[in-house]
């Protein structure tokens, strides 16, 4: 009876007696599952444009936060060494498409997907070599971003909002708006869409898969850019942000693996859900750190029912 | 003209079905298994068998159990690391709780306990595929490693919580721990190595290997042509996952001496996925192709400088080191996208009508 009431009664009474913390537990659930989101944004995207499962955006994510801090320490100014970097993630996108995947085009999907894994370690190597090892600071305040803190005072209790969380949530809820809008409206975007759909059909009306494939490895690498500079404003810039590539992974299994929408939605429950699981099921009873696969198993959990995700497209086979 | 195969007449099925129909395939394999047993150990220092000959064994025993997987059955996995895992905590209990039992008989037999957690975690290969199911079998690949640190039984409520290989003897010569000799390790890795290879290429040639490979092909046409897809998946899912446990028992007992739980973390697997793919899914020998390279590589890349003379800092050698072995692997895949295997089977073809281009 007393593990009974430790998993159905006691988590619930706490989440009643304080819904300050509650809120707090949320609050901090949504701020990463926003950043979980935008990687798998990126993935989502390159997945929809070329099939390929692009193992490498968490390490773009690191390799973008890196050269920006790089650079900045370099005595470049905090907004060049912006603009820098975004020329740097451009050149590895042309490089990328141009070394790796041009050779690869028509390959099967494995095959590609372990050329991601092997852009991966590279990076890693030359990123070591380039900026070292060590944790680095992120430029926040040099980037003009606030770095206080609100002080609410929800049901009496304490309930504190960081400013670079705010941003976070606002700077991430600006680039889907844009990045849809880009998607939806433009000449570019609907190309995009239209080689998601069929490759050969897109070819045969003009669209070229060499740029499109830049294009979108470029809008990835703006997505792993203001991914690093959020993330790392909370935990500092080093490879073992890496790990958090592979918290969007099953943010793309529960939302699916072509589907916008499923990712931030996918991404945001994950978030939120993992670290209520945390404070009030996982540190209590199961000794803690669940983090790690609590996500995993819940994507696991939901696949059983729906194969393809909760916003895939629905997998039709035919023999 | 070494593979000319004319005059080699095949009278009956059974000799045209043997497993080395060319008889130079045969000698080949006599020359390589003598160098195995007999010439390496004889030439090899304890450097050698310590950074290369027994670790290509084990990589390559554990990427076979992947590639029965990955590339027989065609249910993509990343979680082998932890089964890995399995198999060495498997055996570690075993070993402490009946100390008077063989060690040799211990490894094979923690591979049944991965075994049994493989086919638990291939449930939901019956329902999900392709890349959900690479990103479910990740999720075996968290838990156990977090369990793995977490359950102190496992590790007999070691301060450390890592476990420590004791001094195992069998008929009096130290197989396992400290005062083991490298050479009767490299023994026992062998001979285990030599029998589950045999087993498994005999058995992806029988009646469950061509499930297998139907069920890769296509799993719905499989399905139609009265293939049980739940029992082929799933003796992927255990004979894989027996092979990788056992693999994973040696690393630790005959290799590492000792673990950590984050030993047979994600980089874990990801290296021998590596060797599967680069060596050639589908395919036996392409295993340990993939092992020599990826094993030897940084080997061979942490003596060039020195033989050089060129002092280069450890730091960034290693770096060097990832971005290298990183860059081979695109340089493979596109130049043989279907592996070492099949560059070697290219070779083959060619021998056996040299001169002539036809």
Known sequence: MEILNKI????????????????????????????????????????????????????????????????????????????????????????????????LVGQPDIILFMATIGITLFLIGFGEIIFGGENKLMITSELGIPTGDF???????????????????????????????????TRMGRAIRALGDDHQAALSVGISLQTIWVLVWFIAGIIALVTGIAWGSRAGVSFALEVIAYKALPVLMLGGLESITGAIIGGLMIG????????????????GNTESWFAYVLALVVLLFRPQGLFGEKIIERV | MLYRTAGQFKTSYRADQALFPIKQDAF???????????????????????????????????????????????????????????????????????????????????????AGVGVMFGIPSLRIKGFYLAIATLAAQFFLVW??????????????????????????LYVAGPQASSMTQYYVVLFIVTLLTYLCINLT????????????????????????????KLTAFAVS?????????????????????????IPLSFRVLFIAIIGGLGSIMGNYLGAILIVGLPVVLNTVPSALGIHVESALLEHLN?????????????????????????????????????
């Not at chain 2, 977490?150 to 070691?158: D, F, G, R, T």
Request: hydrophobic share 60%; aromatic share 12%.
């Open chain 1, 8 to 103: 159905f009664v006691a988590p619930f009474a706490d989440m009643i007696a304080a819904p300050d913390f509650l809120m707090q537990v949320l609050w901090e659930g949504l701020v990463s599952g926003v950043l979980y989101a935008l990687i798998a944004l990126g993935f989502v995207l390159i997945f929809r444009s070329s099939r390929i499962f692009n193992f490498a955006q968490g390490i773009m994510v690191v390799f973008a936060a890196l050269t920006l801090v790089g650079l900045h320490e370099m005595g470049v100014p905090a907004w060049i060494a912006v603009a820098l970097t975004l020329a740097v993630m451009f050149g590895l996108a042309v490089s990328i498409e141009r070394i790796v995947l041009r050779p």
């Open chain 2, 322 to 358: 990832i971005m290298i072995v990183g860059s081979l692997i695109i340089f493979f895949l596109i130049i043989e996208p279907h592996g070492l295997n099949q560059l070697w089977r290219l070779i083959r073809e060619k021998l056996t009508i040299w001169p002539f281009p036809h």
């Open chain 2, 205 to 232: 040639r029988g009646n469950l290997g061509r499930t297998w490979k139907a069920t890769r092909d296509m799993d719905i046409a499989a399905e139609l042509i009265g293939i049980n897809l739940m029992k082929s």
């Open chain 2, 28 to 114: 080949l394999l006599g020359v390589i298994l003598i160098c195995a047993w007999v010439v390496f150990p004889l030439t090899a220092s304890e450097f050698t068998f310590q950074t290369i000959l027994t670790p290509i064994l084990i990589y390559s025993l554990a990427a076979l159990g992947l590639n029965i997987l990955t590339g027989f059955a065609g249910q993509l996995s990343l979680g082998t690391g932890a089964f890995m895992g399995v198999g060495a905590y498997a055996c570690y209990k075993m070993i402490t709780l009946m100390p008077w039992m063989n060690p040799v008989i211990a490894i094979l037999l923690s591979g049944v306990f991965s």
């Open chain 1, 151 to 185: 002080v609410l005072e929800p049901f009496g209790g304490l309930l504190i909002l960081q400013h670079i969380d705010i941003t976070a949530v606002l700077v991430a809820a600006a680039l889907v708006v844009s990045l849809l809008v880009f998607l939806n409206k």
């Open chain 2, 147 to 172: 369990l793995f640190e977490k359950w102190a039984w496992l590790y007999n409520y070691n301060a450390s919580g890592a476990i420590q290989v004791p001094n195992l003897d069998m008929f009096g």
């Open chain 2, 241 to 265: 996952s027996y092979v990788v446990g056992v693999a994973g028992a040696l690393f630790v007992f005959m290799w590492r001496g000792a673990a950590e739980p984050n030993l047979f973390d």
């Open chain 1, 272 to 287: 939120m859900l993992e670290k209520m699981f945390e404070i009030y099921w996982g540190a209590p009873l199961l000794g």
